[in-house]
């Protein structure tokens, strides 16, 4: 038995936060672990396995979880997603542009939150895109990439979305275009 055996066990639990904690704690060591966790019939320890590595960030863990994204799971793929975005590793990127097309809006939202953690300006043009999506949530999540990506092109689509609907969207909008006006002056 590993000495991260105990807490790995633990991921399978509702509330494992503490576990996904001490796992952190551990580091690069329960990578191995973590990565084969990706693999459990299980979806809350594949998501909280996700959740974990991506707060240690270690570079082993990007293709996994750029895999992961394609899990039947929608709580798996959105905290691969979520993870990639942490790791802010550039070669997620291709990855997360394909998952924008994912059936389920909080699984695009995390995507897009991920491509504005990463800064990539390869994410423009579909973030962009994001601004017209059905999902509120899923316009918001675009609107702050869009605003961590800093493009000025993206002020005209942003100022449109001060009069959504959805009232986060709004607000994300205009902390975007505050966020892309401080970057000019």
Known sequence: MTP?????????????GEAVARLVDAGPAVVEPLLAALSSPADAVRAHAADALGEIADRRACEPLA???RDPSPTVRISAAL????????????ALLDALSDSEG??????ALALGQIGSGEALGPLLALLT?????VRGAAAWALGRLGDRC?????????????????????EAL????????
Do not use: I, N, Q, Y
């Open 154 to 174: 993206a002020v005209v689509p942003l100022r449109a979305l001060l009069t959504d609907p959805h009232p986060d969207t709004r607000d994300a909008a205009a």
């Open 133 to 137: 999506d059905t999902d509120g949530s």
């Open 4 to 16: 991260f055996a105990d807490l790995m066990a633990r991921l399978a639990e509702d509330d494992a």
């Open 83 to 94: 993870a990639l975005g942490e790791m802010a590793d550039t070669p997620a990127v291709p």
């Open 178 to 185: 505050s966020r892309l006006e401080r970057r000019r002056g």
């Open 106 to 111: 909080a699984v695009r939202g995390a995507c």
């Open 67 to 69: 895999h992961t994204l």
